[in-house]
Structures are given as C-alpha cells and as structure tokens.
C-alpha cells in the first residue's frame, strides 16, 4: 500500500527516471524528490514516452494531495507537455541537467540493490520492490523539516524511533 504525503511533500519537485533491467529488458523508473530529499514518488514503467509521463505526475499528485509550484526535468521531450497536461499551466517547468544532480544521486541508493540482483525476473515483482524500497528508504532517512537541521544526535534519535516503530508494526502484521 502507498504511503499518503498529503500536504507533505516540498512545492519544488524534482523529476527524472533511471533504468532497471527486469527479464533481460531495460524498464524506467520515474522518481520524484522535492526540494529537502523527500520523496514524493516512484513508478516503474515499460516506456519512456508521454503516457508514461503523465501516469507518473498523475500518480504523484494523487499521492500528495496538491500539484507543486516547480517542476525541474531533464530535457527529456514529454515532459513539458505531460507536466501542463497533468499538473496545469500554473506550474513552472524548467529543463536543466544540472538542477536534477540531487535526484541523480538519489538514484544511487535503488541502484546499490538493484546491481547485485543483475536485473528482476518480472515486471511485477520490480515494481513492488522499487516502490517498498523507496518508500521505507524516506521513512528511514532523517531529512530537515521545512529548511530547520537537525544535530546528528536528533537525526539518529528519530531513525531508531522510526526503526522500532517499524519493527513493532511488522511484529503486529505477522
């Protein structure tokens, strides 16, 4: 089940897709981050093309609840449309390489999984695991709260917190 950001998720959004190979065939995983690192959501896809782009942005504002101010991309060429089309004119769309790298680096951590499985055997399977592994990796991964840091201590305290709220809800579902 999906995790709701109801009015959680920054209004700068960053949008890009990675590739994942399931059954010996490159898949894309679009991913989207806001301005603190927090993830707004992931999807995996079969295509690179506009329909995928638009399930994607129509996914993610389902699950936040409300469309960003900012949308930054690649140059990808659906995504201006997609981004008009689904989230409305009043969203500022910009394209550059450069402004994206904090999502690229985000990538790494899906990437680390993934590499050593040398690719999914199922479709299905890829998609549930890509979405369980970035949800509970932003669950996990202490962020700064509306632009306020926090001390190492604080960020540790709040991962064992989330970590044992977690065990203890995995112990009540088995």
Same mark, same amino acid.
């Given at each position: 089940?999906?995790?709701?950001? %109801?009015?959680?998720?920054?209004?700068?959004?960053?949008?890009?897709?990675?590739?994942?190979?399931?059954?010996?065939?490159?898949?894309?995983?679009?991913?989207?981050?806001?301005?603190?690192?927090?993830?707004?959501?992931?999807?995996?896809?079969?295509?690179?093309?506009?329909?995928?782009?638009?399930?994607?942005?129509?996914?993610?504002?389902?699950?936040?609840?409300?469309?960003?101010?900012?949308?930054?991309?690649?140059? %990808?060429?659906?995504?201006?449309?997609?981004?008009?089309?689904?989230?409305?004119?009043?969203?500022?769309?910009?394209?550059?390489?450069?402004?994206?790298? !904090?999502?690229?680096?985000? %990538?790494?951590?899906?990437?680390?999984?993934?590499?050593?499985? %040398?690719?999914?055997?199922?479709?299905?399977?890829?998609?549930?695991? !890509?979405?369980?592994?970035?949800?509970?990796?932003?669950?996990?991964?202490?962020?700064?709260?509306?632009?306020?840091?926090?001390?190492?201590?604080?960020?540790?305290?709040?991962?064992?917190?989330?970590?044992?709220?977690?065990?203890?809800?995995?112990?009540?579902?088995?």
């Amino acid at each position: 089940m999906r995790t709701k950001r %109801h009015g959680q998720a920054g209004q700068s959004w960053y949008v890009d897709e990675t590739y994942v190979k399931v059954k010996g065939k490159w898949c894309y995983l679009y991913r989207a981050i806001d301005e603190d690192g927090n993830l707004v959501d992931s999807r995996l896809s079969e295509r690179r093309d506009m329909k995928a782009a638009q399930r994607f942005f129509k996914q993610a504002l389902v699950v936040v609840g409300h469309p960003p101010e900012r949308v930054t991309t690649d140059g %990808h060429a659906s995504y201006p449309r997609a981004v008009r089309e689904t989230l409305g004119d009043n969203v500022q769309h910009r394209t550059n390489t450069y402004l994206n790298n !904090c999502l690229e680096q985000n %990538h790494r951590g899906i990437k680390q999984r993934y590499y050593p499985m %040398h690719g999914f055997g199922n479709f299905d399977s890829a998609a549930r695991f !890509c979405c369980a592994f970035d949800e509970l990796r932003n669950y996990l991964h202490p962020r700064n709260t509306m632009g306020e840091p926090a001390s190492r201590s604080e960020q540790r305290q709040a991962f064992l917190n989330r970590l044992t709220a977690l065990k203890s809800s995995m112990q009540a579902a088995f």
